[in-house]
């Protein structure tokens, strides 16, 4: 396990750790990820980094019952019981597949955890007081968001082993792109500031979360011969939309758990990457923070993503003869420029 140092405060935890930021061969690591440091920021008054995705705390007892089963609990006792969903505003905004978000992202909020399942590490919060406290002035927020994990298609598998450059040019060849951190927080918590997608309690009846973890070999995992078999070896991935109380406020499925998601990182610290909403294992699993230990070019056993849009540009993105972008671009790029969002 990694040893863990946590800060209190409103910005930063930090996490040291020896294992998940295995580059591929010919890759070169920065510094900062080799030494397997995980920062992670974001509003929340204590912040709880998990480090290495591939080594979270051991949960207390596997999960025995299938999917199937799962998502028929989950069905069964949590419909109904969190936020309305937030109908959009403006007819046409969006295509089919994608939800129109319009809503007040707040930078700064303060959620207080009533109970731990891990009260040693404190990375899993099975309960959180009603009512958050948003200390910051908020800031508009118009998007488009894909329903599902990419390739966006009720019932697809989410596909991952992809890097941050990778998913942004999947994203532009669609004329979409990733989403913002903030955009993506707005999208899962709604108004009300959820810390889950589906309430203020922990459930894993509601999304594809908490399975056991597996032990990840790396050597495996980063051999061109035997990655795919090493990963098809842990994943745990469900289907997309398999959890029917899996969706935010505004509808998004599957924000929580099943796979990590690229976001751009918009405090650009230390790379324009971060990821967010954790994956099936025993880890955060939550609207708010993110993960910002890999680097562009990391790709992983458990990452995926999804896209975002402005409304009612995608016919003008795809006419872009600069909507593809180069596979990789300077290291000191712009985070602005990556999420192609005009003065947000």
């Given at each position: 396990?990694?040893?863990?140092?946590?800060?209190?405060?409103?910005?930063?935890?930090?996490?040291?750790?020896?294992?998940?930021?295995?580059?591929?061969?010919?890759?070169?690591?920065?510094?900062?990820?080799?030494?397997?440091?995980?920062?992670?920021?974001?509003?929340?008054?204590?912040?709880?980094?998990?480090?290495?995705?591939?080594?979270?705390?051991?949960?207390?007892?596997?999960?025995?019952?299938?999917?199937?089963?799962?998502?028929?609990?989950?069905?069964?006792?949590?419909?109904?019981?969190?936020?309305?969903?937030?109908?959009?505003?403006?007819?046409?905004?969006?295509?089919?597949?994608?939800?129109?978000?319009?809503?007040?992202?707040?930078?700064?909020?303060?959620?207080?955890?009533?109970?731990?399942?891990?009260?040693?590490?404190?990375?899993?919060?099975?309960?959180f007081a009603p009512e958050p406290k948003c200390t910051g002035k908020t800031v508009a927020k118009h998007f488009c968001m894909d329903k599902y994990e990419y390739p966006n298609k009720a019932g697809?598998?989410?596909?991952?082993?992809?890097?941050?450059?990778?998913?942004?040019?999947?994203?532009?060849?669609?004329?979409?792109?990733?989403?913002?951190?903030?955009?993506?927080?707005?999208?899962?918590?709604?108004?009300?500031?959820?810390?889950?997608?589906?309430?203020?309690?922990?459930?894993?009846?509601?999304?594809?979360?908490?399975?056991?973890?597996?032990?990840v070999n790396e050597t495996a995992l980063g051999n061109p011969r035997t990655r795919d078999a090493e990963a098809a070896r842990l994943d745990q991935r469900v289907p997309s939309g398999s959890f029917?109380?899996?969706?935010?406020?505004?509808?998004?499925?599957?924000?929580?758990?099943?796979?990590?998601?690229?976001?751009?990182?918009?405090?650009?610290?230390?790379?324009?990457?971060?990821?967010?909403?954790?994956?099936?294992?025993?880890?955060?699993?939550?609207?708010?923070?993110?993960?910002?230990?890999?680097?562009?070019?990391?790709?992983?056993?458990?990452?995926?993503?999804?896209?975002?849009?402005?409304?009612?540009?995608?016919?003008?993105?795809?006419?872009?003869?600069?909507?593809?972008?180069?596979a990789a671009p300077a290291a000191d790029a712009k985070v602005q420029e990556a999420l192609e969002l005009p003065g947000s």
């Amino acid at each position: 396990m990694p040893r863990q140092t946590r800060w209190v405060g409103r910005f930063t935890a930090l996490v040291l750790g020896g294992g998940a930021l295995a580059a591929l061969p010919g890759w070169t690591t920065p510094p900062v990820a080799a030494a397997g440091m995980a920062l992670s920021t974001g509003g929340e008054q204590v912040l709880e980094a998990e480090g290495a995705e591939g080594e979270p705390p051991k949960p207390s007892a596997p999960e025995s019952r299938s999917v199937a089963e799962r998502a028929v609990t989950a069905s069964a006792g949590l419909k109904g019981s969190v936020t309305p969903r937030i109908e959009p505003t403006t007819a046409g905004a969006c295509p089919a597949d994608m939800i129109e978000v319009v809503g007040e992202y707040c930078p700064s909020l303060e959620q207080k955890c009533l109970q731990w399942l891990d009260p040693e590490t404190k990375l899993r919060c099975a309960e959180f007081a009603p009512e958050p406290k948003c200390t910051g002035k908020t800031v508009a927020k118009h998007f488009c968001m894909d329903k599902y994990e990419y390739p966006n298609k009720a019932g697809a598998i989410p596909v991952v082993m992809k890097t941050w450059f990778e998913s942004r040019d999947a994203c532009k060849a669609q004329g979409k792109r990733l989403c913002g951190s903030s955009e993506w927080t707005l999208a899962c918590e709604g108004q009300e500031h959820l810390p889950y997608p589906y309430g203020f309690s922990r459930s894993a009846e509601a999304c594809n979360i908490d399975k056991p973890h597996l032990d990840v070999n790396e050597t495996a995992l980063g051999n061109p011969r035997t990655r795919d078999a090493e990963a098809a070896r842990l994943d745990q991935r469900v289907p997309s939309g398999s959890f029917e109380s899996c969706v935010s406020p505004y509808g998004v499925h599957d924000m929580a758990g099943n796979v990590d998601e690229w976001v751009v990182n918009e405090s650009g610290t230390p790379y324009q990457s971060g990821s967010k909403g954790g994956y099936w294992g025993p880890v955060r699993t939550r609207c708010r923070p993110m993960t910002v230990a890999h680097y562009e070019m990391f790709s992983f056993y458990q990452l995926g993503f999804r896209c975002c849009a402005n409304p009612g540009s995608l016919e003008d993105e795809r006419d872009d003869e600069d909507s593809v972008a180069p596979a990789a671009p300077a290291a000191d790029a712009k985070v602005q420029e990556a999420l192609e969002l005009p003065g947000s």
